[in-house]
């Protein structure tokens, strides 16, 4: 699978938009790039994927380069309980027999008040 | 909610001994694996089962094995704890259907081997 890379942390003020970047510039054409996040303590929450169009849903937008070398997600109103680590992973399409989610360190998000 | 849970949420254990993790996952998603998150570090593929037989593991010894019931339920077995093994354990369950399905995890088991 594609490796990710994330900035490590980042930070955003309450209510402005959180744009966390994800450079995934060895992706194949059968590769998605979902993102997760990790609560402190909790298990990992689906929050996105998508192939090569941007797509939108009520938690976030993802946005992919047309070269789909690169990807961002965006929060758009960052809110406290949005602090957590965020995870960019890149998918084959069918994985065949395993088909596991590959975590790299992702990025600590931190909301401020 | 992602219709995954687990239990036990945290337990302790004495290095050497042996633990089962148990998992229930949504009705209709046949595929499960399970991931260990050491502390400070993102989670590691464990292994997979699809209709009850493995089919995919990660970098881990035999004696951490699983099973995976018609029910939707599975467990996750480790034999001869060490204390390395004191991580969360995650499960994650998705629908093998079509392309780009969404894999969802539980809570986690937090595991503590003293």
């Known amino acids: 699978d594609a490796k990710t890379t994330q900035p490590p942390s980042m930070d955003c003020a309450e209510g402005r938009a959180a744009n966390l970047p994800c450079n995934h510039s060895?992706?194949?054409?059968?590769?998605?790039v979902y993102w997760y996040r990790q609560i402190h303590s909790q298990g990992p929450q689906y929050i996105i994927h998508g192939l090569k169009n941007n797509e939108t849903n009520e938690m976030a937008s993802l946005i992919i380069t047309e070269d789909r070398k690169s990807s961002t997600l965006i929060l758009p109103h960052a809110t406290l309980r949005d602090t957590a680590v965020y995870y960019c992973i890149v998918r084959p399409i069918s994985s065949g027999s395993a088909r596991q989610l590959t975590f790299g360190s992702g990025t600590q998000l931190t909301v401020l008040p | 909610e992602t219709g995954v849970t687990q239990s036990p949420t945290h337990l302790i254990k004495t290095r050497g001994q042996q633990v089962t993790l148990r998992c229930s996952s949504q009705?209709?998603?046949?595929?499960v694996s399970w991931y260990q998150q050491a502390l400070g570090q993102g989670p590691q593929f464990i292994f997979q089962y699809y209709r009850e037989e493995e089919n995919g593991r990660g970098n881990f010894p035999p004696r951490f094995s699983g099973l995976q019931f018609p029910n939707y339920s599975s467990e996750l077995n480790v034999n001869a704890l060490e204390l390395d093994d004191s991580a969360l354990y995650l499960c994650?369950?998705?629908?093998?259907?079509?392309?780009?399905?969404?894999?969802?995890f539980g809570e986690g088991s937090w595991l503590t081997v003293v």
């Open positions: 009705s209709g998603h046949n595929t």
């Open positions: 060895t992706i194949s054409g059968n590769e998605y």
């Open positions: 994650a369950s998705s629908a093998r259907t079509g392309s780009g399905n969404t894999i969802y």
